[in-house]
């Protein structure tokens, strides 16, 4: 149950709520750790949860989290990672609109086009505190689909229905999103509680174990 909370804390050295993102760089951590955090909790090996291969995880430890350990890295290496059409379709999406050099936006690409396949909001599938965390994120490593939403559609809708233009096909049968009836399924409200708070109570609610190398769900 408090799974996430430790992975995360075992990551990054305090948990979620904490975490300071004011500068760039430190945004990026705690993203990384989140989508970690997160994926964690599904049960199966980590990488294929996260949407990396064993090697690109191991890559973005040892950038990362070099902390954790060389021994957890060795592990990773043998895990590989299947991926069906619709994640490709969103994964290549996001890299064609990267804005940041480095890797960090090939492996973010893969994650945000991993989760997107969960049920959630791609906020709460990412592990992220809110909605404004998964805007900035966007905004900073994919700006150019980014600036595309203008009208602040919900961001997973969003991904689909960019997809569908650009491949020339129409989406929706209503000329304006106005005069459609699943208007509220595209841009309503994405407040809640986000999944690392959730566990987060129920962690606080029982007695704390110990955190292993051992917890990680590889």
């Not at 709520?17 to 989140?34: C, G, K, M, Q, Y």
């Not at 969103?90 to 893969?110: N, P, Y």
């Amino acid at each position: 149950m408090h799974r996430a909370i430790a992975t995360y804390r075992l990551l990054t050295g305090v948990p979620p709520e904490d975490a300071d993102i004011a500068t760039d760089s430190n945004f990026d951590r705690h993203v990384l750790a989140s989508i970690l955090a997160v994926a964690s909790m599904d049960g199966g090996p980590l990488p294929e949860k996260a949407g990396l291969s064993g090697h690109e995880l191991a890559a973005l430890l040892e950038r990362y989290f070099p902390s954790v350990g060389v021994k957890l890295v060795e592990r990773l290496l043998s895990v590989e990672c299947d991926e069906n059409d619709e994640i490709a379709m969103v994964r290549d999406l996001l890299l064609k609109q990267r804005s940041t050099e480095g890797h960090i936006g090939r492996w973010l690409a893969a994650m945000i086009a991993r989760r997107a396949i969960e049920p959630d909001h791609l906020w709460e599938g990412l592990g992220l505190r809110n909605r404004a965390e998964l805007s900035r994120l966007l905004s900073r490593h994919f700006a150019p689909l980014a600036a595309r939403n203008i009208n602040n559609m919900r961001w997973k809708r969003f991904f689909y229905r960019t997809l569908c233009e650009d491949e020339g096909l129409v989406m929706c049968t209503t000329p304006v999103c106005t005069q459609c009836n699943d208007f509220s399924l595209c841009f309503g409200e994405e407040s809640g509680e986000s999944r690392l708070a959730e566990r987060r109570r129920d962690f606080l609610s029982q007695a704390a174990r110990p955190v292993v190398r051992g917890d990680w769900p590889i």
